[in-house]
T-cell receptor, first 111, second 117 residues
């Protein structure tokens, strides 16, 4: 069965600093991988997805993620954090017709 | 992507009562999903609801507790029955576009925040 592991339930960065949110996957077949963001009191918004077309995936709001098969990783990065990036971030992997979510990482951004 | 709305956005209910949550999509979709997000937790899939067939429930979720309707391609309801405080969660619906995007992409509604006293 597919699964994802998000390392670090909380990440704090200063405004303007690099954001790195970690996600490792377990899959017996080439996976489809996703990052979603959940702002306070809102639903989930798709940030980006990997579907085997390109290993470096660019998403909305300046985020990107790189698929590394050798490391079974799909880490999310943003070069410069903004206060508005403060949210919960979820990594997910598709398993047939379902999405399997990680436990989430709460990103705090300090001025 | 699809535009998804949910009603109610939040509610406070008494234990033993039931609440029906509505999910409306602005386009026809084949697959709709219902998730639960308990406080401080990740999302757990409750069931998959396809139009014209019975909902498929995940392990740990049963139809008597979470009956689902899917009367057409743009609408679904989830009922949380005989509620207890443990049912306090955010309930989210999601859809997969009928013209299937690569990667089985799902789009989510804003969620219904339920507090059971």
């Amino acid at each position: 069965a597919q699964s994802v592991t998000q390392l670090g339930s909380h990440v704090s960065v200063s405004e303007g600093a690099l954001v790195l949110l970690r996600c490792n996957y377990s899959s017996s077949v080439p996976p489809y991988l996703f990052w979603y963001v959940q702002y306070p009191n809102q639903g989930l918004q798709l940030l980006l997805k990997y579907t085997s077309a390109a290993t470096l995936v660019k998403g909305i709001n300046g985020f990107e993620a790189e698929f590394k098969k050798s490391e079974t990783s799909f880490h999310l990065t943003k070069p410069s954090a903004h206060m508005s990036d403060a949210a919960e971030y979820f990594c997910a992997v598709s398993d047939t017709d379902k999405l399997i979510f990680g436990t989430g990482t709460r990103l705090q951004v300090f001025p | 992507s699809a535009v998804i709305s949910q009603k109610p956005s939040r509610d406070i209910c008494q234990r033993g009562t039931s609440l029906t949550i509505q999910c409306q999509v602005d386009s026809q979709v084949t697959m709709m999903f219902w998730y639960r997000q308990q406080p401080g937790q990740s999302l757990t899939l409750i069931a998959t609801a396809n139009q014209g067939s019975e909902a498929t429930y995940e392990s740990g979720f049963v139809i008597d507790k979470f009956p689902i309707s899917r009367p057409n391609l743009t609408f679904s309801t989830l009922t949380v029955s005989n509620m207890s405080p443990e049912d306090s969660s955010i309930y989210l619906c999601s859809v997969e576009p009928t013209i299937r995007e690569q990667g089985l992409t799902q789009y989510f509604g804003p969620g219904t925040r339920l507090l059971v006293l």
